[in-house]
């Protein structure tokens, strides 16, 4: 079977079904690949027309002359057959199949036979019934989606279209930056694990993050995701946990959700982090985005908020993160950083009247310690503490280390702590707007680590 490289990086892509107008499908994807500034050669496709959105038009791909990479087609389920057909023939690698109306909706021969075509030509097939890929390396955004996707470094696999599309235009929203999106749909032929396997090698990626409804070949994605997490962390979110969830599984992309017990086991058995819903799985894939791993178990809390500081120390309590006694040496450090009613011991607490020079000096302190592995810095919004100048000093004391440590924070306040957290999060400190968020996520992080010391180990 041909590599899916070409689905990645493909140097021509044709657009068959490329509309003449604004607002169908096959138009939409056509101007997302031109805008998003796609470096290889665009081909419409489309009997009708001449031009599409200036680019040189063909009635068939048979017709294009030069070879094509990719095929995404953008018309009606029951021409694909024949559209596939002269892919085949034009020796086309990859077709990425928008159309819906196959098994989703019961039609089953149709979905068996362009699996079959795809096969008698060599080609690989995504979806059908899908909103398309996206990878930033090869500036393709093959979707009808967003287009100013933040390129960045999380890879997003998607079984459900509307969701996927809906947190294409969330994660711009948030500023979450994407190596690739793929929409799956039907997998008639390309599924989660070719996917993994693909991003597992690929140095655009660092987490990979999967929207599930249910797994199609079990035996092999657990034997690749047991390699890839040996590499790089994997989160899956996965729908259909209750009993009438698992029978709004079937009806809706006709995956069988299977016992939510099994797919618990394995995924803890392949080292699958599982998220319960969609702010947690974003919430730990920013994490792993940014944070290197950490080097030991002892975690340093800094705060300026006694009640924020307690709330943090149980969530690290329930996530298993070990939260350091501090030593005297690195006590005095820190008192030099507080008032006399202010608390050395963790949580650090450099009480209200902090400002950007207190947190500074004990984050470096914390950092530069190497009986500390990682630290959580927690700010409430004062009036005597600018949110952007500590987060200023935040990034400043990171920025001086001389020891890469996993460094996470949450900000609690109003509109410039919003702007605040969207200013660390950009450079690379991932915050959070509650303190159980950033302990979530700096303990999925060492989840995983743990796993992969074991799992290299064996
Ligand atoms: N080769 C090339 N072009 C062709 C061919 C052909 N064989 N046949 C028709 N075309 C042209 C048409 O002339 C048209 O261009 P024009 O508008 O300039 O005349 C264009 O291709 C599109 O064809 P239409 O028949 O107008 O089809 P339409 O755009 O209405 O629908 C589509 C096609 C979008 C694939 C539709 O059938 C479909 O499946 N929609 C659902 C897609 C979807 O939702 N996928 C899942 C996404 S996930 C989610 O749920 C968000």
């Not at 040189?56 to 018309?75: C, G, H, L, N, R």
Request: charge should be positive; include cysteine; proline fraction near 5%.
């Amino acid at each position: 079977m041909s590599s899916l490289k070409y689905l990645f990086s493909p140097k021509s892509i044709a657009v068959i079904g490329a509309s003449r107008t604004p607002g169908k499908i096959g138009y939409e994807i056509l101007e997302n690949l031109k805008e998003y500034g796609f470096k290889g050669k665009l081909y419409p496709i489309n009997p009708h027309a001449t031009e599409v959105l200036g680019l040189k038009a063909y009635p068939s791909i048979t017709e294009v002359p030069d070879e094509v990479d990719m095929a995404v087609i953008a018309i009606p389920a029951a021409a694909v057959p024949s559209v596939l057909e002269e892919c085949g023939k034009k020796g086309v690698k990859v077709v990425v199949v928008i159309s819906s109306g196959f098994k989703e909706v019961g039609n089953v021969e149709l979905e068996e036979k362009i699996v079959e075509i795809a096969r008698k030509y060599d080609m690989r097939l995504l979806g059908p019934n899908i909103f398309g890929i996206f990878y930033a390396g090869s500036y393709m955004n093959a979707t009808f989606g967003p287009r100013n996707v933040v390129p960045g470094t999380i890879a997003f696999i998607s079984q459900s279209g509307a969701l996927g599309i809906a947190l294409m235009g969330w994660t711009v929203l948030e500023g979450i930056g994407l190596s690739a999106i793929i929409s799956v749909g039907n997998k008639a032929d390309i599924d989660d694990a070719d996917l993994i396997d693909f991003l597992g090698q690929d140095e655009n990626t660092r987490v990979i993050l999967i929207y599930m409804e249910g797994v199609k070949r079990a035996r092999e994605f657990m034997n690749v995701a047991r390699k890839v997490t040996t590499k790089k962390p994997i989160i899956v979110l996965k729908a259909g946990r209750s009993e009438r969830g698992m029978r709004a599984v079937a009806s809706h992309t006709g995956s069988l959700a299977g016992s939510d017990v099994i797919y618990n086991a394995a995924f803890k058995q392949c080292g699958v982090l599982r998220a319960m819903n969609v702010e947690e799985a974003f919430d730990w894939a920013r994490a792993f985005a940014s944070l290197p791993e950490p080097k030991g178990e002892n975690v340093i809390i800094v705060t300026n908020g006694g009640g924020l500081g307690v709330m943090a120390t149980d969530a690290a309590q329930d996530y298993g993160l070990k939260l350091l006694e501090p030593p005297k040496d690195l006590m005095d450090k820190f008192r030099r950083f507080m008032p006399p009613f202010g608390s050395p011991r963790n949580p650090v607490d450099l009480t209200g009247q902090a400002t950007e020079r207190e947190y500074h000096g004990a984050i470096s302190a914390a950092l530069g310690d190497n009986r500390v592995h990682s630290v959580i810095v927690l700010y409430c919004e004062t009036a005597v503490a600018d949110p952007i100048k500590v987060a200023e000093g935040i990034l400043k004391a990171k920025q001086e280390a001389s020891m890469e440590k996993p460094l996470v924070a949450a900000f609690i306040g109003g509109v410039n702590t919003a702007r605040a957290i969207k200013f660390l999060n950009e450079n690379g400190v991932p915050t959070y707007p509650t303190a159980e968020r950033a302990v979530s996520s700096l303990a999925a992080l060492y989840k995983w680590s743990s796993w992969r010391r074991r799992a290299s180990q064996k």
